[in-house]
């Protein structure tokens, strides 16, 4: 059992927040969520370790983290959520109870922070966009043409640099004016998803 | 690989030792795999453990000290003989000075030997006999002195045991064969684990020898290298003495040169002196965060485990995937008209379990105590980024105070250079002693300090390059020896955590240490492990080490238990029995009033391996002890049932 404090919170909240939005999740949204939450802490200076679990690339050029999946499998079993068409599912009265009380602890203070802007950014760009936004961030796009399996956030890869260069440059346009990070990582997804052709394509 | 033969304790006397107000004479025969002493807090259940070490060594280990303090092998024992007397002073009255006394005997391979020392007199001893193999006892004349005695005790103990010098023994039988109060880690002491690593896996024990004095020697060729730059930073303040001139004899302008060179002096010293001040601040500063993240790792291991009792474990029936799986076991045996006894046993067990989970699930609870540990946690945690924050302004100053130190000493040299004349004048105006001769003086100084600190680093180069031929003769031997040790250590640590456990070797510029991978590496830092579970993978290496070095010894342990989860108790129990066989043997003491580890032991080893010693029956008790002891002995009660349960059916065997 991979499962750990940090994804199950992660699940819990980021799932509250699509059921607002989407009426359910699955796991691939939970997942690409909680990656773009990650690479946004990294934006805010925050080492990698950070962000306490780790992530692959799955086999659909998905960021897949074996703590979220089995947390996920977990919450399901115990019913903290429950399935409500194939593989999609709700937070149940005893997941919102359990989220609210996680909530109040100072040990999430931090991420959530991130996650929330993850979830933010819900609000002005569509789901599928940010999906594909990220499959052309530098690090996922290299992890799609290397067929080896490793751990998508690690130190000193050429991707990371190139990554690290990105945030560079993205502080750089937004003049240090926002204090928020919200419009960074809008502007960032955004410009992704213009940038190249899909990796699908 | 069996290299060593290690003593296996068989009787201890102590007499007339006052804190056991009880009894004059304390005789103990341990002839069981297992001797445990039980008995409240505050009764001396450690002093008993120290007195057994210092009967077979002489020392008492400093517990305030750090083996890093000692830096050597031969010195720690040097150095630890002369604890003993404060250690033992307030435990033995005035009248009792000279009679208290302890004797210990014990087994070197077949060879007998009984010591008896006085609790003042570490150099000593007051008795000592040797029965070779066959029983009879060696010659030893009755004109020997009490501390000749104590020589050749040890020689002769140094030729039986395969060591090369007493002081391993010491080392060995203070670090590695006992686990006490002060609970020293091997596995995060890398310093006492470099010495253990050479001494069971070196070539021989002359190279554990070699290692430590290279050891040391790399250390202090390191401390005389820094030293260095502090002298100079003094010749330059006998420098500006030096300088104090007769100003009359000098020229306004030359007076100027001087002053200004005066000044830039005693900026010198100024920031010199502050420079000193934040070394020393930052050495806190590194302090007080190590010792925070030490708590915050602790911290997060608990928090992990009450975060999972947060969550309430409770699959429903028809997705239990295990339930569902026996119950089709048992559909396809009715079936196949098979037996199915077995599949609903299980079913059994399993309800069991689940039962048994159910009892710790107590969300509310774990809510709160979730809330606590957060809490705490977020405290260190705020408390070590504000630590941070001070390093790095400190290390900020520094850089800045090295380049304000760099400017003045440079200007100091262009100075000197562009004003020869004017300090040869000074030199003309000195009326005692010529400037020119003192400033080549004080720059022979410089020079041969220069040449001191090329000469540390030569030899601190040499000395590594040596210890980097016996680590790697060091490491191969380890590797040979990995067929018995890893699966050794493997199967008391498995036995106790229930999860599988590597064992690495490595080598790096701070010397050879052994690492853990637990499970699947996600444990790889000793912060995941609790602090009790840690105890007791660091007593698993221990047993491993004495399984792979030596055919008998005794593993001498006090008070394991702790804070120990209730779950791994018995575990604990498990492994203590594990070890505890033929000629091996634990000698412990606890405070049973709550611990299942004794159960499991007593359960394991009952009348045949194990005994059991009251320490009611040596000394008095205060009244919080007697309530604690009431609890002692009705857990004591439950354990004598256990034991004598098997005496009865050992009896009616008979």
């Known amino acids: 059992m991979n499962k750990s404090p940090e994804a199950i919170f992660d699940i819990l909240y980021i ?167 919200l419009a960074p990582a809008v502007v960032w997804l955004q410009s992704l998803s213009t940038k190249n052709p899909t990796i699908n394509d | 690989m069996l290299r060593f033969n290690f003593p296996n304790i068989t009787s201890i006397i102590i007499e007339n030792f006052s804190l056991y107000k009880k009894a004059e004479k304390i005789s103990i025969d341990i002839d069981k795999n297992v001797f445990c002493l039980v008995g409240a807090n505050g009764l001396g259940k450690s002093t008993f453990i120290t007195i057994l070490n210092y009967a077979l060594t002489g020392i008492v280990k400093n517990p305030e000290r750090s083996f890093t303090w000692y830096n050597s092998v031969s010195s720690f024992y040097n150095k630890s003989k002369s604890f003993a007397a404060s250690y033992f002073d307030g435990r033995i ?8 006394q302890v004797t210990v005997k014990f087994k070197i391979a077949d060879i007998e030997y009984k010591i008896t020392r006085g609790f003042f007199e570490p150099d000593e001893l007051r008795a000592f ?75 021989d024990s002359s190279t554990a020898k070699n290692a430590d004095k290279l050891r040391k020697d790399i250390n202090a060729y390191d401390s005389k290298f820094r030293n260095l730059q502090w002298q100079i930073t003094q010749s330059r303040k006998e420098l500006k003495k030096m300088l104090e001139i007769d100003e009359d004899s000098l020229t306004e302008k030359d007076n100027d040169i001087v002053e200004k060179h005066k000044e830039l002096l005693k900026d010198f010293e100024v920031y010199q002196e502050e420079l000193n001040s934040i070394g020393k601040e930052l050495q806190e500063c590194d302090l007080n965060i190590a010792d925070l993240s030490l708590k915050i790792s602790s911290l997060r291991a608990e928090y992990d485990e009450i975060f999972n009792q947060s969550l309430i474990n409770d699959t429903p029936v028809e997705k239990d995937e295990e339930l569902l799986k026996i119950v089709k076991d048992i559909k396809s045996k009715i079936f196949s008209n098979e037996p199915f006894q077995e599949y609903i046993d299980r079913l059994i067990t399993l309800f069991k379990q689940q039962k048994e989970k159910s009892k710790y699930t107590d969300q509310e609870d ?31 100053k520094e850089k800045e105070l090295h380049i304000t130190i760099e400017g003045i000493n440079k200007q100091i040299k262009t100075i000197e250079e562009d004003n020869k004349n004017v300090f040869e004048n000074i030199s003309g105006a000195k009326s005692s002693e010529s400037i020119a001769l003192l400033k080549k003086s004080f720059q022979e100084q410089i020079d041969r300090y220069l040449e001191q600190k090329e000469e540390s680093h030569t030899k601190r180069e040499e000395a590594r390059k040596e210890l ?81 070095g030596t055919n008998e010894a005794s593993l001498l342990i006090d008070t394991p238990e702790g804070s120990l989860d209730i779950a791994y108790e018995s575990r604990a129990g498990k492994m203590i029995a594990d070890f505890s066989k033929d000629k091996y043997s634990t000698i412990m003491t606890a405070n049973i009033n709550s611990s299942q580890l004794l159960l499991e032991l007593a359960k394991i080893c009952r009348y045949n391996r194990m005994h059991i010693e009251r320490m009611t029956d040596w000394t008095y008790l205060s009244e919080v002890q007697n309530k604690e002891n009431d609890k002692i002995e009705s857990a004591f009660s439950t354990i004598e049932q256990l034991i004598k349960e098997d005496e009865q059916i050992t009896g009616s065997n008979i």
Request: proline fraction near 2%; aromatic fraction near 14%.
């Open chain 2, 93 to 100: 009255n005035e009248s009792d000075y000279d009679l208290a």
């Open chain 2, 366 to 396: 774990s809510f709160k105590n979730l809330k606590k540990i957060d809490e705490k946690l977020n405290s260190h945690i705020e408390k070590q980024e504000t630590v941070q924050k001070r390093k790095e302004r400190f290390l900020q």
């Open chain 2, 129 to 203: 006999e040797k029965k070779d193999n066959t029983g009879k006892p060696i010659d030893i004349s009755e004109k020997y002195t009490s501390s000749e005695l104590d020589q050749l005790y040890k020689k002769h103990f140094v030729q039986d045991s395969g060591l090369s010098e007493f002081a391993q023994f010491a080392f060995l039988q203070s670090y590695v064969f006992t686990f006490d109060e002060t609970h020293q880690l091997l596995f995060w002491d890398s310093a006492i684990m470099e010495r253990v690593l050479y001494l069971f896996f070196g070539l």
């Open chain 1, 15 to 181: 799932g509250s927040h699509l059921q607002t939005k989407l009426e359910d999740f699955n796991l691939n949204e939970i997942q690409f969520m909680a990656y773009l939450s990650c690479l946004i802490s990294l934006y805010d200076k925050n080492p990698i370790a950070f962000w306490k679990y780790k992530f692959i690339k799955n086999d659909y050029s998905s960021p897949y983290s074996v703590e979220l999946h089995s947390s996920l499998n977990f919450l399901q079993k115990n019913s903290y959520i429950n399935e409500t068409t194939e593989n999609y599912y709700q937070l149940t009265e005893r997941g919102y109870s359990n989220l609210g009380f996680y909530d109040s602890l100072s040990s999430f203070k931090n991420r959530k922070k991130y996650l929330q802007i993850a979830c933010n950014s819900l609000s002005i760009i569509p789901i599928n966009i940010v999906k594909e936004a990220i499959r052309k961030e530098p690090i996922m796009k290299s992890a799609f043409h290397n067929p080896g399996k490793r751990f998508l956030l690690d130190k000193e890869t050429p991707a990371m640099i190139a990554l690290y260069n990105d945030f560079f440059n993205l502080h750089i346009a937004m003049n240090d004016d926002y204090n928020d990070l």
């Open chain 2, 468 to 548: 980097k031929k016996l680590e790697s003769s060091m490491s191969k031997s380890f590797v040979k020896a990995e067929e018995t040790f890893v699966p050794k250590f493997n199967s008391f640590a498995k036995s106790f955590l229930g999860l599988e456990i590597d064992i690495e070797l490595n080598l790096n510029n701070k010397g050879a240490n052994l690492s853990l991978r637990i499970d699947d590496g996600k444990r790889k830092d000793s912060f995941q492990l609790s602090e009790s579970q840690r105890y007791f993978i660091d007593i698993a290496l221990r047993m491993a080490l004495l399984g792979i």
